[in-house]
């Protein structure tokens, strides 16, 4: 995510070589962001392949947020081209682990959306009332699936005609697309999840866990661009839209689960037991 902050302030071919250090330090922190975004998402693909359902997680949620990390990481290819080439012409351990830490971040956050997406259309109810809506997960997986080939597609062929020289005018409109359609898709990230949990009044298979995780560490991005590195508000603003809107479900899903434990409570039966 810090890669657009990167993008506007040092431009996108900012590795002029191969000799970059990275301390133990720097190297052991990109490792724990790495671990903690495998640990989050993780959780939610766990928690609806534990209850064997997707009831509760919107599958349009699910594709926007896809196509978001698609569109970043498509971005982050650019900006790590050269980084690439380094490392494939001149090993460097030190260099290469701490200059591929942040593209993995990047890399890693879609494929795991993209296995939440997979597990959201398999454990879909199979109810004739919700045939309609499956239908609608998977066109909107196989347009994800689509996504991919174009983004991804156009993105190596440029790179691989031109290299990541953003003085040449369509590595930069590339880039720059990339960068503007990703702020975009961040700002409407959470919003159909927060739809779907507000309709339904239950969090259902949507994992709080996950969220609780999240939640902090979109907020310190915010104050991270916005308040250390004085970053411009376009920057900054689709982050703090998505951690208003992350927090605002978080505190959705906390009041739509304790209403449910208090009301299982209330009946007599377990809140672990308890239906959709």
């Excluded at 999240?214 to 411009?232: D, H, M, N, R």
Aim: contains cysteine; neutral net charge.
């Amino acid at each position: 995510m810090n890669f657009l902050y990167i993008i506007k302030k040092k431009g996108i071919n900012s590795i002029d070589s191969c000799d970059e250090e990275f301390s133990g330090v720097d190297i052991a922190f990109g490792s724990i962001l790495l671990g903690g975004i495998l640990i989050s998402f993780s959780l939610q693909i766990l928690k609806i392949v534990l209850r064997k359902s997707s009831i509760g997680v919107s599958s349009l949620w699910a594709f926007v947020g896809f196509w978001q990390s698609i569109t970043i990481c498509c971005s982050g290819l650019i900006g790590y081209w050269d980084t690439f080439h380094c490392c494939t012409h001149e090993w460097d351990a030190g260099y290469c682990i701490g200059s591929i830490l942040p593209f993995l971040q990047l890399a890693l956050t879609p494929l795991l959306l993209f296995l939440n997406f997979i597990c959201l259309i398999y454990f879909f109810p199979k109810d004739k009332e919700f045939a309609r809506d499956k239908i609608i997960a998977q066109i909107l997986f196989l347009v994800g699936l689509i996504i991919i080939v174009v983004e991804i597609g156009a993105t190596l062929i440029m790179l691989y005609e031109n290299g990541s020289n953003t003085e040449i005018p369509s590595i930069y409109t590339l880039s720059y697309c990339w960068v503007v359609l990703g702020s975009i898709l961040t700002v409407f990230f959470w919003t159909p999840q927060i739809v779907k949990t507000y309709m339904l009044k239950n969090c259902g298979s949507f994992s709080i866990a996950m969220l609780l995780l999240l939640a902090p560490g979109i907020v310190f991005q915010v104050i991270f661009f916005a308040v250390i590195e004085k970053a411009s508000w376009k920057i900054w603003l689709p982050y703090c839209i998505g951690a208003l809107q992350v927090n605002i479900l978080l505190i959705m899903a906390i009041y739509y689960w304790h209403k449910e434990r208090k009301q299982n409570i209330q009946e007599g039966s377990s809140p672990l037991l308890s239906k959709e």
